[in-house]
C-alpha cells in the first residue's frame, strides 16, 4: 500500500480509507474495534491522509470511548491524518466530536422514495 499511496501523492493526490468503530466493517470486514493502535500506525505508515471511521458491529461499547480511541490512536502515530467520524448522528457525537475529530456525521443516510 505504501507504494500506491506514494504514487497518489506524487500526482498531487490525497489518499482515504475505511474502517469502523467495531469488530466488522458494515460490510463485515473485519474493523478496527481492539486494533485501533495497530491500525492508526499502519495508517500512518502508509501515509493515509484521511479515515473515514463507521460504526457497525460496535459491540455495545459507548460510541464517545471507542472514537476517541481511535482519535487518540492517530494522534500517537506524529502523522496528520483527517479523522471523519460516522455515527449517524446518534449518541450525542455534536457534543463531544470536535474535540476527538475533524468531522462527524449529524444524520442517518438520506433516503429517496417511498
Known amino acids: 500500500m ?5 504514487y497518489i501523492h506524487s500526482i498531487e493526490l490525497r489518499v ?3 474502517s469502523s468503530a467495531g469488530s466488522k466493517t458494515c460490510a463485515g470486514y473485519p474493523g478496527s474495534l481492539g486494533y485501533e493502535g495497530q ?3 499502519l495508517f500512518a505508515e502508509w501515509g493515509i491522509d ?7 458491529y460496535n459491540e455495545g ?12 490512536a492517530i494522534n500517537a502515530t506524529g502523522h ?3 479523522y ?4 449517524w448522528g446518534n449518541d450525542g457525537v455534536t457534543e463531544w466530536a470536535p474535540e476527538i475529530a475533524n468531522s462527524w456525521r449529524t444524520t442517518v443516510d438520506i433516503q429517496i422514495g417511498n
Open 2 to 6: 505504501k507504494e500506491v499511496v506514494d
Open 16 to 18: 482515504g480509507i475505511y
Open 39 to 41: 491500525d492508526a500506525l
Open 50 to 56: 484521511y479515515l473515514k471511521y463507521d460504526n457497525c
Open 61 to 72: 461499547v459507548s460510541a464517545k470511548e471507542r472514537y476517541k480511541t481511535m482519535g487518540e
Open 80 to 82: 496528520q491524518m483527517f
Open 84 to 87: 471523519a467520524i460516522c455515527n
